[in-house]
């Protein structure tokens, strides 16, 4: 048995050198993940068709998480199983961890030299300017009817006045889906699905880590256990990564909520609660800096971990890196491999596309809002050279990601210039 399955993994090396190689050259987030894909994996190599491609990449938007890293794991998975997709989520998500984990003690290791406020100091409004751009996008896409515009602009007033509340992205999202499923005018059901038996065991799993997780980080908070960042931590982000629609545009409010502005609320400042702290420059550097690298967005999970615990000495920033980079990415994991079985049956329910039109809807506004607040954090009325210059990085990113071609890993590469001439 060793033996065969030696053998049969052997059969695979050339698919993942192949996975290999795009990961360290998929550059410009899923929008660009998926063009990547088409070129690699369907009319280079023939792995799977261009339908296939195409569906696949459908069904993990109904899923939260990243998106493009449940693609290519279920590429693997069309392969060879849940072993391959296994080794494929490996293999593509390790080049951009290690990238942004290093990132992580670069930041850490050199505060004399202020790296924010100098070489990185364009990377904060660049990365709004990502932002706004994915707010434009995604509108034009999931807001076309009435319903849909009324629900992602309560989704933004609420999440911008509503910001460090933890329960306004679920119950939003919650909300959204139950609205678009009061009218079946839009989306028609056309067909009458025979009812089927769906083994639902294996969710089981995905729920117990969820539980799990939030019990043991809630027992090392009220308990005051030594190291209990590393418990919170892991909790925070298997909930950043089951709660997530929209992708890594959508995981940087969420972010923004749990570290930087909940540790300052006055309940925690009154409680002494020792909570986990980012400085907010330093949470925008990251976001920003992730869309220089090749690879998923999702790895900006490992450089958050590894500042959030950095003052704990190498050891718990490296042990930081390893569990952002794993608890942002397993749910994703679970989802996808233990719901794809099932998905050829639930696609014909059409609640599940009208529950998907109100998820969308939400996530636009959100991404709004986030665009809002970060605008607001800004000196609007400090009108400096660094500021105007700020200012015009927000709205020259913007501009070139809307109108031209040009990479977004040039876009970086422009800001460091910037930062480093002025």
């Not at 190689?21 to 894909?37: C, D, E, V």
């Not at 607001?376 to 709205?395: E, R, Y």
């Amino acid at each position: 048995m060793p033996y065969l399955f030696t053998l049969k993994l052997f059969r695979h090396i050339p698919f993942l050198k192949t996975v290999f190689f795009y990961s360290i050259t998929a550059f410009g987030g899923p929008q660009g993940h998926l063009g990547m894909m088409l070129k690699t994996f369907v009319q280079k190599r023939k792995d799977i068709t261009e339908e296939e491609l195409i569906e696949y990449n459908s069904f993990c938007q109904l899923l939260p998480g990243a998106s493009s890293t449940q693609t290519i794991t279920l590429i693997g998975y069309k392969r060879g199983g849940v072993i391959l997709a296994t080794l494929t989520l490996i293999i593509w998500i390790l080049p951009a961890a290690f990238l942004m984990g290093a990132f992580s003690f670069l930041l850490s290791a050199y505060p004399a030299r202020n790296l924010t406020s100098g070489l990185l100091k364009f990377i904060e409004p660049m990365a709004i300017g990502f932002l706004a751009f994915a707010a434009i996008r995604a509108f034009s896409i999931s807001v076309r009817n009435l319903i849909t515009q009324v629900i992602m602009l309560v989704s933004m007033i609420l999440t911008f006045y509503f910001f460090k509340t933890p329960w306004v992205f679920p119950i939003l999202i919650l909300a959204g889906s139950f609205a678009t499923n009061l009218s079946s005018r839009r989306i028609p059901q056309k067909e009458v699905v025979k009812p089927r038996q769906i083994h639902w065991r294996n969710i089981w799993l995905f729920v117990m880590i969820f539980v799990f997780a939030g019990a043991l980080s809630e027992t090392a908070r009220k308990q005051d256990w030594p190291n209990r960042k590393a418990y919170n931590l892991f909790e925070n982000f298997y909930r950043f990564g089951s709660f997530v629609f929209g992708g890594g545009d959508v995981l940087l409010p969420m972010m923004l909520d749990q570290y930087v502005e909940r540790p300052n609320t006055q309940r925690d400042v009154t409680s002494n609660i020792k909570a986990i702290k980012i400085d907010r420059a330093d949470m925008l550097t990251g976001f920003g800096i992730v869309r220089a690298i090749p690879g998923p967005v999702f790895s900006v999970g490992s450089f958050t971990g590894g500042i959030a615990l950095k003052d704990g000495g190498y050891k718990m920033q490296l042990l930081g890196c390893v569990i952002g980079t794993i608890a942002i990415f397993l749910p994703s994991a679970l989802l996808v491999l233990f719901f794809f079985p099932v998905w050829q049956y639930m696609k014909k329910y059409v609640v599940v596309f009208r529950s998907l039109e109100g998820i969308n809807a939400v996530v636009v506004g959100v991404m709004w809002a986030a665009t809002l607040y970060l605008l607001k954090g800004t000196q609007l009325t400090n009108l400096t050279l660094a500021n105007s210059l700020g200012f015009f990085v927000i709205i020259t990113t913007f501009l070139l990601l809307r109108y031209t071609k040009v990479p977004p890993p040039f876009i970086v590469l422009g800001c460091l210039i910037l930062g480093w001439i002025f």
